[in-house]
């Protein structure tokens, strides 16, 4: 498939792959393992493709090549998924030289033995350029995007940007799905630690005159490149991305979920433009991290926990933490039977994040929901809605001190109580 007269695609598809990078769910899109080739004088191939799919994307390589030899491997990321097949390249087309960061050359010796092409290497750094005729290829670090070797490359003639795993989804390239959601759970789980660096990224290709971007996983992206580079400039510096409320919650015999579900329904009766609703223990995790960053306000509701908080919650707010997670505003529910404590469980674990402002209203379930905990959940909507609350409900909305629990009667003389 050509994307330009002398660009084309010759990447592979995987549906057999369940977990991407082990832990990312894709049984039902699966991947897209994307590799390209520069046809013009000389010859660039533009990354390998997963050891799986070896024999296809060398049918491809010939295909594209039809009778050609490749005088350049560019590698721009050496995580296996891209990597994998470089040695059978190399051995392919003995002539070819590799072309990457040293960093990269220090990853393939790790993966295929020291003094790997040692004699075939051609280390490029920040600016360094490759002339191929009437295409040259200017390289561009991408340190921790989203590993250490990563570059991009960028092709004058064609205004196409290389672009490793950035700009990437889930999803192979045969399912017509929607661009952002996956895209979404894919940056804010395999980028989503390193803002920092995409957007220093960001800064190198900002000036650059773009009329394609080529990832390494999903489409190629050739309309309205100011959509993506707008996304990413507003994940990778922790912004809000959308206006509404993510609730993430656990519940073991219901109570907590009833809770939730009555925010919810409070939530949009207030006019939240959006309530995003995940049961930590049984969605997807990676989508509820998704929504917590995509909006600015995050519920989080949890049961207290042989004395500490539920684990998939404490799994989730790590996950969170590990991600940079910042800047947003977050209401806690806490449930518990006889000493609740899981909002100050989950506020120690958020003191990982950076400027994590809460609602003034946690609310607390004691055992089941009560008028009490109900005005807590009517005061916590308003709050997350910006609205003004009855003055009625602040006072309905304090805990009254627990009815005092009379000890047990004295036994009374004479009275015998029958063992069990
Ligand atoms: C294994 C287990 C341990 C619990 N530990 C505590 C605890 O230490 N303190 C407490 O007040 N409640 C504890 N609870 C009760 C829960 O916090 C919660 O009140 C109960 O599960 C009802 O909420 P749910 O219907 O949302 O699960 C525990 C519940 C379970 C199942």
Request: proline share 4%; glycine share 8%; with cysteine.
């Amino acid at each position: 498939m050509h994307i330009t007269q002398d660009i084309a695609y010759i990447g592979v598809n995987d549906h057999d792959i369940d977990l991407f990078e082990g832990q990312y769910d894709v049984s039902e899109n699966g991947m897209a393992y994307n590799s390209y080739v520069i046809l013009d004088d000389s010859v660039a191939v533009m990354d390998t493709v997963d050891r799986n799919f070896t024999e296809q994307w060398l049918a491809n390589l010939d295909a594209a090549l039809d009778g050609r030899t490749p005088d350049y491997l560019v590698v721009h990321h050496m995580e296996p998924d891209h990597s994998s097949n470089i040695a059978v390249f190399a051995e392919k087309y003995p002539e070819a030289r590799i072309v990457a960061s040293p960093n990269a050359f220090k990853m393939m010796e790790n993966y295929f033995g020291s003094g790997f092409v040692a004699d075939r290497r051609m280390p490029v750094k920040e600016g360094a350029v490759l002339e191929l005729g009437s295409h040259t290829l200017q390289f561009i670090g991408a340190p921790l995007v989203h590993w250490p070797e990563v570059m991009f490359s960028y092709d004058a003639k064609d205004k196409a940007l290389f672009s490793a795993d950035a700009f990437g989804k889930f999803g192979a390239l045969d399912v017509d799905e929607d661009w952002a959601c996956e895209a979404r759970r894919y940056y804010f789980g395999i980028v989503g630690a390193f803002g920092a660096q995409v957007q220093k990224a960001l800064g190198k290709v900002g000036g650059l005159d773009l009329d394609i971007i080529c990832p390494l996983h999903g489409p190629v992206l050739s309309e309205n490149l100011g959509y993506y580079l707008d996304l990413y400039n507003t994940w990778s510096s922790y912004g809000v991305e959308s206006e509404g409320v993510a609730i993430c919650y656990t519940s073991v015999y219901g109570h907590t979920k009833q809770a939730v579900e009555e925010l919810a329904r409070m939530l949009e009766e207030k006019g939240c433009p959006k309530v995003a609703v995940s049961d930590l223990a049984r969605d997807d995790m990676a989508e509820a991290v998704e929504d917590a960053f995509r909006y600015g306000k995050v519920v989080l509701a949890t049961t207290t926990y042989n004395n500490g908080i539920f684990p998939f919650m404490a799994q989730f707010i790590e996950t969170l933490a590990e991600h940079k997670f910042q800047n947003r505003t977050i209401g806690l529910i806490e449930a518990g039977t006889w000493a609740p404590k899981a909002a100050k469980g989950m506020q120690d674990r958020l003191a990982a994040c950076a400027n994590i402002a809460y609602t003034n209203t946690t609310v607390t379930i004691k055992g089941s929901l009560d008028e009490t905990s109900r005005a807590q959940l009517e005061l916590l909507a308003d709050e997350l809605c910006g609205i003004e609350s009855d003055p009625q409900l602040k006072v309905d909305a304090v805990t009254q001190p627990t009815a005092h629990v009379a000890p047990d009667p004295e036994p009374v003389p004479g009275v015998r109580v029958q063992e069990r």
